[in-house]
């Protein structure tokens, strides 16, 4: 029973991060979620609250390293300590461009959040979890992170860097009671792969979701609460001899290369 610890959700705004608030506030935890945005904080709250389960939020831009040291403070400050933390937050911007034509200040903006603000949580989080002597992480990262793909190479580069700093961490901290994990998320329905849908095909995004449907081995589009349900098991204590794991939930997607 996870009743009564802490999880802190960055990038619990929106899609994957906001199902995971939403089912963590259910299961009794004291839920913070962090992302830029007030007015989709503020949807999540409202949801939330309407079922009696209370979130609090905390603005930050996880690409700038004062904010991070700062959200973790904020929520050890509310709550005493941060017993889950999982890093959801992400851009896909400048996906369809090929690698020689991305701009060096677009790269550079992209790696901001995608990899070094991933990196910041983990460093933050970490070091205050080393204070507990306990704690448990999971980032996200993407199956494009165990491979390429064509028009999102810095989005998977990142990604597959989400991936080397989960193992190295999961190793460096193993002894002191902090794992660390990453989910390689397939499709899910979530603001973020609607926004895929539209921009690469606007006159028919449908058209693009039958494509991503017509390859997945189920042949449907994850809900974001199937990728919170595993998040949730791998922060948890049922996964207590899981560290350094990137757990694929993709439908089945990338079994055939595998
Ligand atoms: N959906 C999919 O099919 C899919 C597939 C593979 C991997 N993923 C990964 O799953 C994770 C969640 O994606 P999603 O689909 O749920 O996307 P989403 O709905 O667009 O949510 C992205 C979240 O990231 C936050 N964020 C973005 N930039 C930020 C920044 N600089 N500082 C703080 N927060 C920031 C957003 O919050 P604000 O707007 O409030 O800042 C939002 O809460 C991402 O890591 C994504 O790469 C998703």
């Not at 506030?25 to 830029?36: E, H, L, M, S």
């Not at 369809?96 to 991305?102: E, F």
């Amino acid at each position: 029973m996870e009743n009564g610890k802490t999880i802190l959700i960055v990038g619990g705004t929106s899609g994957i991060g906001r199902a995971t608030a939403g089912l963590a506030a259910a299961r009794g935890y004291n839920v913070v979620i962090a992302g830029r945005s007030e007015q989709k904080a503020q949807e999540v709250i409202d949801e939330n609250a309407l079922k009696g389960y209370p979130i609090q939020f905390i603005s930050t831009d996880i690409a700038n390293g004062k904010q991070v040291q700062d959200l973790v403070s904020q929520v050890v400050h509310m709550h005493g300590r941060l017993d889950y933390a999982c890093n959801s937050a992400a851009l896909d911007e400048g996906l369809g461009i090929r690698l020689a034509d991305v701009e060096e200040e677009d790269y550079d903006h992209q790696m901001g959040v995608n990899l070094k603000g991933i990196w910041l949580c983990m460093k933050y989080q970490i070091r205050q979890m080393l204070q507990q002597g306990s704690g448990s992480i999971v980032n996200i990262s993407s199956i494009n992170g165990l491979g390429g793909a064509e028009g999102a190479s810095i989005y998977s580069a990142a990604k597959s860097g989400i991936l080397a700093l989960t193992k190295s961490a999961a190793q460096e901290y193993a002894t002191e009671g902090i794992r660390v994990n990453a989910l390689c998320a397939g499709a899910f329905r979530t603001p973020m792969l609607e926004g895929v849908f539209t921009k690469t095909n606007a006159a028919d995004p449908s058209a693009v979701e039958e494509m991503y449907k017509s390859v997945i081995p189920m042949h449907r589009i994850g809900t974001p609460s199937e990728a919170a349900e595993a998040i949730l098991w791998l922060l948890s204590e049922q996964a207590s001899y899981v560290t350094g794991h990137s757990m694929i939930v993709d439908g089945g997607f990338s079994s055939s290369m595998r």
